[in-house]
């Protein structure tokens, strides 16, 4: 009878402890020799810092003040003061219309007016007539018998339709008197006046044309240009720092030379759409007369942020084709992080992500240098 094998089942036991035991000889090797073998970089410094900088953005010159001028009543144009260019002030006149049926219903509306106060001074007449009979006949039949009661009340209701004629007839005067002044008002629209100071910038009618709410041409088009507003569509990402009352610069291409300032003064407070940008207005006094309405300059519109933002070199962000990131340096190892980038400043550029201020990147990042690899900085 043969005696069993002992050993046969340690066997396995012992052979799994010595390479358990190895395996730990070679991982503490390993971290032995890391720092030997690490990759050494060139680390630089994650910075936080204001931004501040100016982009050129281009705006357009507008009028503050623009109108259409209409001819309020139908007639002939008899004559225009004024043409394309000519300043004007405020009040004075452009220009002349003729409508001699509107003289017409004038004088017609002046002679209602005369019937209407003839009317008027009969009713007073016979009121004063009616009520001076009321009155003798009240004082008569304080004696008795004199005057039969009746024939009191008869004259005190007469006294009182006197009365209300009266006041019909004044009421039909004045409404005369008021049909007379609306036509006169309606003369006045004959004279077409200026309603501010401004430029003639464009005319289309000449004597003898019919004008009129019919046909509703325009006569002249006045446009303030001593104060002008200056439209900028700021983008979104810029409207946080706008600030009203700042002094903006810009240029315009006729003058490459002369360098001019307008202040915010309005913001639409929505963006369009379509450009997700911003209307802001900025008041420009024209004193010298060189910018018009129509122009479009060139504005150094200034970016500010309420927080500092952070910045690395440029080349220390990493673009493949799924991530932007930085590799920061983390107990020695790589480590990924995913940013996103903002404006460039020189040789820097704002970065946001898992980052802090003081971190350490490396200056000329890779993808071939793998996450959590080893590396030492200098």
């Not at 799994?16 to 991982?27: E, G, H, I, N, P």
């Not at 005190?156 to 019909?168: H, I």
């Not at 006094?285 to 910018?291: E, Q």
């Not at 802090?356 to 071939?368: K, L, N």
Request: charged share 20%.
């Amino acid at each position: 009878m043969s005696q069993p094998n002992c050993g046969a089942g340690s066997q396995p036991a012992a052979a799994s402890k010595a390479a358990s035991r190895l395996s730990a000889s070679v991982a503490a090797l390993f971290a032995a020799l890391a720092p030997l073998c690490a990759q050494t970089v060139d680390l630089v410094t994650v910075i936080s810092k204001p931004v501040s900088r100016t982009v050129d953005l281009p705006a357009e010159i507008l009028p503050y003040l623009t109108v259409s001028l209409h001819a309020r009543v139908p007639g002939y144009v008899e004559r225009v003061l004024v043409d394309r260019g000519s300043i004007v002030t405020q009040s004075e006149l452009l220009a002349e219309l003729s409508a001699p049926e509107l003289k017409a219903q004038i004088a017609e509306a002046e002679s209602k007016v005369q019937a209407a106060e003839s009317e008027k001074l009969q009713a007073e007449a016979q009121f004063a007539a009616a009520e001076s009979t009321y009155d003798r006949l009240r004082k008569a039949a304080e004696t008795p018998g004199a005057v039969a009661g009746n024939e009191v009340i008869q004259s005190q209701k007469q006294v009182e339709a006197a009365r209300a004629l009266v006041r019909a007839r004044d009421q039909a005067s004045q409404a005369a008197a008021a049909a007379v002044r609306s036509q006169k008002d309606m003369e006045a629209y004959l004279k077409i006046t200026a309603p501010f100071d401004g430029v003639v910038t464009d005319r289309f009618v000449h004597p003898g044309a019919l004008v009129g709410p019919g046909s509703d041409p325009v006569l002249l088009v006045i446009q303030q240009i001593s104060h002008l507003r200056l439209v900028v569509p700021v983008p979104e990402e810029d409207v946080g720092g706008t600030v009203r009352g700042a002094s903006i610069p810009f240029r315009v291409p006729a003058y490459p030379d002369h360098a001019y300032t307008g202040t915010v003064a309005r913001l639409a407070h929505a963006l369009d759409p379509k450009t997700r940008t911003m209307a802001v207005e900025l008041d420009v006094l024209n004193r010298d007369g060189t910018l018009a309405p129509g122009m479009y300059p060139s504005v150094k519109w200034p970016v500010r942020r309420e927080h500092p933002a952070l910045f690395v070199p440029k080349t220390s962000v990493v673009t493949t084709t799924e991530r932007t990131f930085v590799i920061r340096s983390r107990n020695g190892h790589a480590e990924w992080v995913d940013v996103k980038k903002g404006v460039a400043d020189g040789d820097l550029i704002e970065v946001s992500g898992a980052l802090a201020a003081g971190d350490r990147v490396v200056r000329h990042g890779t993808d071939e240098l793998r996450d959590g690899l080893p590396i030492g900085g200098k």
